[in-house]
């Protein structure tokens, strides 16, 4: 009885919906459809008169620049003929806004695109296996011979991020949480630091490191230029995540009889920790590319040294700088694919960084349940 | 009247030599004498006496901007949050002064908890450590059947138990704002408060949850002291032993216009200006 009752009351709410018949709110009227086409053909038809046939110039750049001047112009006047001014200026600002963000995206897919092309001949897994100890600038480019870069550089940024993000997190909740009376002098010197130009940074610490201290060029002189770059990136960034914090929530910490760093790290950094994570990593995509601070401190090398404490080493940008210029065309062939790998490498960290700073505070993780539930707390 | 020092008096020592688990702890009261409350050189508050005896429920009454939610601050020390304020005057817990006295600030805000407007559970905590975060704060270690036990009975207390006892590991910003507000209420009462202040906690929540809250409140001051900062009149008759009515002047300072039992500010005040507000001629 309740079943067949059910499946009517199913069935009457079914035909309902199919029967009501919704308005279309988001369509685009064929009109538009038309005016739009039509004002890009005479647009065509216009510049090509004014372009090929009567002015006295040629060229491909040219002429999208006269088309495109054209169809805002023939576009706008039809619209304004058919819906009115306002209508009409909205369609022109538009256009405008589209262009502007298609002017944005191409640029970034014609190099992206330019490096996979130049690039991916020679990304084979011996890329990463092989350093330049057996294959030289005379063997094919497709035997790889980028290992020594990658593990430079994986290094090298590494114990970068080991030293700035402590400190960058450090001086963070100092500027954000603790507000001292240094707050304003240490903001300015911060700012000042981000400012400073990386191969500034290189020349820094080739004096100060290598020339004064009397060290040689190694990995972990090129990883204390990189934290000179990175500490200032990672502060800020943190700063701006930790001031996203409700006020309320350290309020309510403190009036449980909350210490204030107590506060800060059961409740602020928990609270920001996905925002501070998508900082780090971002700041690590961007420190991963620099090439100016390495090329006077890590030497560059040609065969694997695993070992950042001594020796030269090699980092992916500084072996794109230098290989892009042999005469051997393999070689040639192999920066472009380091190249690629440099980019596929900050892909991937973007990725990461989108995939955690989607999450909002209160997502809890798979390890955080299991510790829930040992707790009884689950 | 000189005005207290706040900055330098041990902002960060804490002693735990309280029994934040122990069952027989009692309902204190709160006394302010001459109290008088400044942001930078302004004064928000002047002259203010009130005697919030222990178990009862005291409504601070008022329009916006008379000083009731700063002088709400002043009692558990939340007031000096603000980098400008100072204040002056004496607030005693049980006899003991909270701002010259020998209770480091952390011992006082544990013992006179607060609920906020809007309820802020923890983010990035579960319902369940939500209720015990007051716990994790203050350093204490605790078994796993104290633990249970906390958590049920201050749930309990707050009335929530039996809508969450299923959903204790979902955060706690998964619940409605009516279950969050409650769920602060537990949060609040698991350091075993002797006083518990709420600023309008009800502001922000529906009928229902509102009702609920009152029922709470009514509930809990058995065991603690409220004092309660709300808008709503009828809520102030409803919940509260006692009124302290506030107001203040144009470009003055506010100060208490009235106290007494709560019957008699409503059915018979003594000031016009009492009987005018409470009737809602003005404000």
Same mark, same amino acid.
């Given at each position: 009885?309740?079943?067949?009752?059910?499946?009517?009351?199913?069935?009457?709410?079914?035909?309902?919906?199919?029967?009501?018949?919704?308005?279309?709110?988001?369509?685009?009227?064929?009109?538009?459809?038309?005016?739009?086409?039509?004002?890009?053909?005479?647009?065509?038809?216009?510049?090509?008169? *004014?372009?090929?046939?009567?002015?006295?110039?040629?060229?491909?750049?040219?002429?999208?620049?006269?088309?495109?001047?054209?169809?805002?112009?023939?576009?706008?006047?039809?619209?304004?003929?058919?819906?009115?001014?306002?209508?009409?200026?909205?369609?022109?600002?538009?256009?405008?806004?589209?262009?502007?963000?298609?002017?944005?995206?191409?640029?970034?897919?014609?190099?992206?695109?330019?490096?996979?092309?130049?690039?991916?001949?020679?990304?084979?897994?011996?890329?990463?296996?092989?350093?330049?100890?057996?294959?030289?600038?005379?063997?094919?480019?497709?035997?790889?011979?980028?290992?020594? @870069?990658?593990?430079?550089?994986?290094?090298?940024?590494?114990?970068?991020?080991?030293?700035?993000?402590?400190?960058?997190?450090?001086?963070?909740?100092?500027?954000?949480?603790?507000?001292?009376?240094?707050?304003?002098?240490?903001?300015?010197?911060?700012?000042?630091?981000?400012?400073?130009?990386?191969?500034?940074?290189?020349? *820094?610490?080739?004096?100060?490191?290598?020339?004064?201290?009397?060290?040689?060029?190694?990995?972990?002189?090129?990883?204390?230029?990189?934290?000179?770059?990175?500490?200032?990136?990672?502060?800020?960034?943190?700063?701006?995540?930790?001031?996203?914090?409700?006020?309320?929530?350290?309020?309510?910490?403190?009036?449980?009889?909350?210490?204030?760093?107590?506060?800060?790290?059961?409740?602020?950094?928990?609270?920001?920790?996905?925002?501070?994570?998508? @900082?780090?990593?971002?700041?690590?995509?961007?420190?991963?590319?620099?090439?100016?601070?390495?090329?006077?401190?890590?030497?560059?090398?040609?065969?694997?040294?695993?070992?950042?404490?001594?020796?030269?080493?090699?980092?992916?940008?500084?072996?794109?700088?230098?290989?892009?210029?042999?005469?051997?065309?393999?070689?040639?062939?192999?920066?472009?694919?380091?190249?690629?790998?440099?980019?596929?490498?900050?892909?991937?960290?973007?990725?990461?960084?989108?995939?955690?700073?989607?999450?909002?505070?209160?997502?809890?993780?798979?390890?955080?349940?299991?510790?829930?539930?040992?707790?009884?707390? @689950? | 009247?000189?005005?207290?020092?706040?900055?330098?008096?041990?902002?960060?020592?804490? =002693? =735990?030599?309280?029994?934040?688990?122990?069952?027989?702890?009692?309902?204190?009261?709160?006394?302010?004498?001459?109290?008088?409350?400044?942001?930078?050189?302004?004064?928000?508050?002047?002259?203010?006496?009130?005697?919030?005896?222990? #178990?009862?429920?005291?409504?601070?009454?008022?329009?916006? #901007?008379?000083?009731? =939610?700063?002088?709400?601050?002043?009692?558990?020390?939340?007031?000096?949050?603000?980098?400008?304020?100072?204040?002056?005057?004496?607030?005693?817990?049980?006899?003991?002064?909270?701002?010259?006295?020998?209770?480091?600030?952390?011992?006082?805000?544990?013992?006179?908890?607060?609920?906020?407007?809007?309820?802020?559970?923890?983010?990035?905590?579960?319902?369940?450590?939500?209720?015990?975060?007051?716990?994790?704060?203050?350093?204490?270690?605790?078994?796993? =059947?104290?633990?249970?036990?906390?958590?049920?009975?201050?749930?309990?207390?707050? #009335?929530?138990?039996?809508?969450?006892?299923?959903?204790?590991?979902?955060?706690?910003?998964?619940?409605? #704002?009516?279950?969050?507000?409650?769920?602060?209420?537990?949060?609040?009462?698991?350091?075993?408060?002797?006083?518990?202040?709420?600023?309008?906690?009800?502001?922000?929540?529906?009928?229902?949850?509102?009702?609920?809250?009152?029922?709470?409140?009514?509930?809990?001051?058995?065991?603690?002291?409220?004092?309660?900062?709300?808008?709503?009149?009828?809520?102030?008759?409803?919940?509260?032993?006692?009124?302290?009515?506030?107001?203040?002047?144009?470009?003055?300072?506010?100060?208490?216009?009235?106290?007494?039992?709560?019957?008699?500010?409503?059915?018979?005040?003594?000031?016009?200006?009492?009987?005018?507000?409470?009737?809602?001629?003005?404000?």
């Amino acid at each position: 009885m309740t079943t067949t009752l059910n499946t009517t009351l199913n069935n009457t709410t079914e035909n309902k919906i199919n029967t009501e018949e919704r308005i279309k709110i988001r369509d685009i009227e064929m009109v538009d459809v038309i005016v739009m086409t039509g004002s890009a053909i005479s647009a065509f038809a216009l510049s090509y008169f *004014f372009f090929q046939i009567l002015l006295p110039v040629s060229g491909a750049l040219g002429f999208l620049v006269c088309w495109y001047v054209f169809f805002n112009i023939i576009s706008t006047v039809a619209v304004w003929e058919l819906r009115g001014a306002v209508k009409a200026k909205d369609h022109l600002a538009r256009v405008f806004i589209w262009t502007g963000g298609m002017a944005a995206v191409v640029p970034l897919i014609l190099v992206l695109g330019y490096v996979i092309g130049k690039g991916y001949h020679s990304l084979r897994p011996q890329f990463f296996t092989q350093d330049q100890k057996y294959v030289g600038a005379l063997s094919k480019s497709t035997e790889g011979g980028g290992a020594h @870069a990658i593990v430079g550089t994986l290094e090298q940024v590494g114990i970068a991020s080991l030293i700035s993000v402590p400190l960058g997190i450090t001086t963070a909740v100092y500027l954000n949480e603790v507000k001292g009376r240094l707050t304003k002098p240490l903001r300015m010197i911060i700012d000042a630091m981000s400012a400073v130009p990386s191969i500034v940074a290189g020349l *820094f610490i080739y004096a100060a490191w290598i020339l004064a201290l009397g060290n040689q060029q190694s990995g972990i002189a090129g990883s204390l230029a990189l934290a000179v770059l990175f500490l200032p990136t990672v502060t800020r960034t943190s700063e701006v995540v930790l001031r996203l914090v409700p006020g309320g929530l350290r309020e309510a910490s403190l009036a449980l009889g909350g210490t204030e760093w107590r506060t800060t790290s059961r409740v602020v950094l928990p609270t920001a920790k996905s925002g501070l994570v998508t @900082a780090v990593i971002l700041g690590v995509a961007r420190v991963i590319g620099e090439t100016a601070p390495l090329i006077l401190t890590v030497g560059g090398a040609f065969v694997m040294n695993s070992n950042p404490l001594s020796g030269k080493q090699d980092a992916l940008p500084y072996f794109v700088f230098r290989l892009i210029r042999f005469p051997q065309e393999a070689q040639v062939q192999r920066a472009w694919t380091g190249a690629l790998v440099l980019v596929i490498l900050v892909l991937v960290l973007f990725v990461i960084a989108r995939a955690i700073g989607g999450r909002g505070p209160d997502h809890i993780s798979r390890l955080k349940k299991r510790r829930l539930k040992r707790k009884g707390l @689950a | 009247m000189t005005s207290i020092d706040i900055t330098s008096s041990d902002r960060t020592t804490m =002693s =735990s030599d309280i029994s934040l688990l122990d069952p027989g702890h009692k309902a204190a009261g709160l006394t302010a004498t001459n109290v008088a409350c400044w942001f930078g050189t302004k004064k928000v508050l002047e002259g203010v006496n009130l005697d919030m005896a222990p #178990g009862q429920v005291t409504a601070l009454i008022g329009p916006s #901007g008379c000083g009731k =939610s700063t002088f709400l601050r002043t009692l558990n020390r939340m007031h000096e949050l603000v980098p400008s304020a100072t204040l002056a005057g004496e607030i005693l817990i049980d006899g003991v002064d909270i701002y010259r006295g020998a209770i480091p600030v952390t011992d006082v805000r544990r013992r006179i908890g607060m609920v906020f407007q809007k309820p802020n559970p923890f983010p990035a905590m579960t319902v369940a450590e939500n209720v015990l975060a007051g716990l994790k704060l203050s350093g204490l270690k605790t078994t796993r =059947s104290e633990r249970d036990d906390l958590i049920e009975s201050c749930l309990s207390k707050a #009335g929530l138990w039996n809508e969450v006892k299923n959903r204790l590991g979902d955060p706690g910003r998964a619940l409605s #704002g009516g279950q969050q507000q409650r769920l602060c209420i537990a949060r609040s009462l698991a350091v075993s408060p002797q006083v518990l202040l709420m600023d309008e906690p009800c502001s922000a929540l529906d009928p229902t949850s509102t009702r609920r809250i009152e029922q709470t409140i009514s509930e809990i001051s058995e065991i603690v002291t409220v004092v309660i900062v709300t808008h709503n009149m009828q809520q102030a008759q409803r919940v509260s032993n006692r009124c302290a009515f506030f107001l203040a002047a144009e470009n003055e300072p506010g100060r208490i216009i009235e106290e007494g039992p709560t019957k008699d500010i409503f059915s018979n005040p003594r000031d016009p200006r009492t009987n005018d507000y409470v009737n809602g001629r003005f404000g």
